[in-house]
């Protein structure tokens, strides 16, 4: 049986993002989505998951980016005298790499985060993390241990399988093979991540897709992923989004693509290969 777990990254970055999550699943196949507890529009977020409720929700936690959820004087080592988590990816990992963030205060924050959602009436499914932090060994230790203190034992396996993601990315030209190359570098943590689910007791689908493809999901690609659904459990990645004005203004790199994402989850072709492949698409609740 091959059964497919399609979420949406990023739920609660901007009302517009949030819109065309909800259309992607009210209209179209998405299943999932994981929502940001420090995003601009959480509280938008938070109205529309109620209103939705066969949407499975997970948690999106974020260490880099935004203003962290712990008051700042009790992460004093991860975000600055004004509560802001590092600007980008980069910085967080030279901090993380050296010793200069404690893990005391990754695990506060990471708790801030999984209780402000459950505090706003959401259990979440499942944790996954903001730019796959939790690729990283010392993140990714915290990050199991947390979930499973917090009661959560579904995370996801962030591990694609590069054959798949060859099929998808080959025609891309450049931008493709720098998020193939990403997704070479994540595959290089997978006996770490399987040996800390083990230990923690987390599930994680049994394949991963839509790393390499970042960005690029348009129609004809999200029909060619499911083409390449092996049997057992997937997850795909998605960041389907409303380009608005607000989003420019957050800053994400990921623009006018969160709408050709959303435009393929409803596309009426991607549907019909989820049909005739016989693929049953499930959320991280149904997942055992």
């Not at 997970?58 to 600007?87: Q, Y």
């Amino acid at each position: 049986m091959k059964q497919v777990i399609l979420n949406a990254d990023d739920f609660g970055l901007t009302r517009g993002v949030n819109e065309g999550i909800i259309r992607a699943h009210r209209e179209g196949i998405l299943t999932s989505a994981t929502l940001m507890a420090n995003g601009p529009a959480f509280d938008d977020a938070i109205e529309r998951a109620k209103a939705n409720p066969k949407l499975g929700i997970g948690c999106h936690l974020v260490l880099s980016g935004g203003t962290a959820v712990a008051p700042g004087e009790k992460i004093r080592s991860l975000a600055g005298l004004d509560g802001t988590l590092p600007e980008s990816l980069a910085s967080l990992v030279v901090r993380v790499t050296s010793g200069s963030v404690r893990t005391d205060d990754i695990e506060t924050e990471l708790r801030a985060q999984i209780e402000k959602i459950r505090a706003a009436g959401i259990e979440p499914s499942h944790v996954d993390t903001h730019k796959h932090t939790h690729t990283h060994p010392r993140i990714m230790g915290v990050v199991a241990r947390v979930a499973r203190a917090c009661g959560i034992s579904r995370i996801r396996n962030p591990v694609e399988d590069l054959r798949d993601s060859w099929k998808t990315t080959r025609s891309d030209g450049l931008g493709g093979f720098l998020d193939l190359a990403a997704a070479c570098a994540v595959c290089s943590v997978g006996f770490q991540f399987r040996a800390l689910s083990r230990r923690y007791g987390l599930l994680s689908p049994d394949h991963f897709l839509g790393l390499a493809a970042t960005g690029r999901l348009n129609r004809a690609a999200l029909a060619r992923l499911m083409e390449a659904v092996a049997d057992g459990s997937t997850e795909i990645m998605l960041h389907p989004g409303i380009w608005d004005p607000a989003l420019e203004k957050v800053g994400s790199r990921l623009q006018h693509q969160r709408q050709t994402e959303m435009e393929a989850l409803l596309a009426p072709e991607v549907e019909r290969a989820v049909r005739e492949r016989g693929i049953r698409l499930i959320t991280y609740r149904e997942l055992n």
